[in-house]
C-alpha cells in the first residue's frame, strides 16, 4: 500500500524559514514525479514546485521561485521555505506519481498524481 506523509509545517514569523519532508512507502522504485502543493481557505489548490522521475527537471510557480527549494533524497522529497510571507499561509501536499503520467518540465507540473499525503499546515503570522 503506498503512503505518502508530510511532515515540518508549524507556525513562523513573517520572513522565518521552514522545511517541510515528504516520505513515500510501499514502492520498489524511486524514480517518479513528485511535488508540492498548497491550499488556502477558500481558494484553489495551487502546485509550487515538482521535480521529474530523473531529478533532472524542476518547476517552481512564480509565487514561490527564488524563496522555495524542492530536493530528493531517494523516496524522501523535502521543500525549504525561506523569507516567508503571511500569504504562504496554507496547507501543503506532497504529491507523488509512480505511474508517470505526470509531465514535469521546467515550465510545466501536470496535476495528475495518484497519491497525495494528508498535508501539513504552515502558518505565517505577520
Known amino acids: 500500500q503506498v503512503q505518502v506523509a508530510e511532515s515540518g509545517g508549524g507556525l513562523v514569523q513573517a520572513g522565518g524559514s521552514l522545511n517541510l519532508s515528504c516520505t513515500v512507502t510501499g514502492l520498489t522504485s524511486d524514480n517518479y514525479p513528485m511535488g508540492w502543493f498548497r491550499q488556502a481557505p477558500g481558494k484553489e489548490r495551487e502546485g509550487l514546485t515538482c521535480i521529474s522521475w530523473s531529478g533532472g527537471h524542476i518547476y517552481y510557480a512564480d509565487s514561490v521561485k527564488g524563496r522555495f527549494t524542492i530536493s530528493r533524497d531517494k523516496n524522501t522529497l523535502n521543500l525549504q521555505m525561506n523569507g516567508l510571507k503571511p500569504e504562504d499561509t496554507a496547507m501543503y501536499y506532497c504529491?507523488?506519481?509512480?505511474?508517470?503520467?505526470?509531465?514535469?518540465?521546467?515550465?510545466?507540473?501536470?496535476?495528475?498524481?495518484?497519491?497525495w499525503g494528508q498535508g501539513t499546515q504552515v502558518t505565517v503570522s505577520s
Open positions: 504529491a507523488a506519481d509512480p505511474q508517470l503520467q505526470v509531465v514535469v518540465t521546467n515550465t510545466i507540473c501536470g496535476r495528475e498524481f495518484n497519491y
